[in-house]
């Protein structure tokens, strides 16, 4: 009797194992197997499709830093993709994965409101590029040279040698003026004369002196003309043309020869005055002009 029982308890334990083998093991087995086949495959796959991705956009000269950032984003895309699929391939309820993500996705971005739009305008601006590293331009309040371009923020340099981050968001979202998109630049300087001084022999000086001024440009021609007559001088437009990276170096000479021109040519530049004219028979005036 205990013979026929121990023959029976040994064929049960070698029935549940081969069950145990059959229902649990060889199915999650094979589901871990091509789970980790899917994911191998996807990362191999993922950084071989990203290199061409990369490849392409350097033979398409596109701007490093926008090369950078669409291959990274391209990366964990396609890996999270390879991940929700060896997931799936596991049996996980990947819906309900996708749908938990998605919410803490849109709690995630309504608390980073504003990083996420400095990190559109970011994209924007690799994207349109209105203005590179190197230019000088006046953007969000500030200007300066530009440094670096970041996803969330530009670094300027200023002429006195100051750092300034401004977010993307206050850059791209205002008005963005490029002083280095053009490879000329126009010199507007106003010069005031007297209105007893020789106007006709002033602006030959100050043609003379644009004669002498090597880094102007022939060809926009310079402009001299009366611009209108002020309240205390009569003002010349003197507006001559030059490289853009000449401007700052002519314009501080051409304001001092100007100067130094009118000034040996004894043409006077007025400063702003007031004329007062009394009238003497005014009622108690020649009193208070006593009393004074």
Partial sequence: MDAQALQTDEAAASFDLQAFTDDYLV?????????????????????????????????????????????????????????????????????????????AGLAIGLALKDSLQNFAAGVMLIIFRPFKTGDFIQAGGAEGVVENVHIFSTTMRTPDNREIILPNGDIFGGKIVN??????????????????????????VLEGVLALEERLLKDPEPLIAVGELGASSVDILVRPWVKTTDYFATKCALTENIKLALDDAGISIPFPQMDLHLNQDAPGLSDALKMG
């Fill in 27 to 103: 199915p999650w087995g094979t589901n871990i197997g091509f789970a980790l086949l899917i994911l191998i495959s996807g990362i191999i796959l993922s950084k071989w499709f990203v290199k061409l991705v990369c490849r392409g956009m350097r033979r398409a000269k596109i701007d490093d830093m926008l090369v950078d950032f669409v291959t990274s984003l391209l990366k964990w895309a396609l890996y999270f993709v390879f991940i929700i699929a060896a997931l799936n391939r596991l049996g996980v309820p990947t819906t309900s994965f996708i749908a938990v993500l998605g919410a």
């Fill in 179 to 204: 002083n280095n998109a053009r490879g000329t630049r126009r010199i507007d300087l106003v010069i005031g004369v007297g209105y007893d001084d020789d106007l006709r022999k002033a602006k030959q």
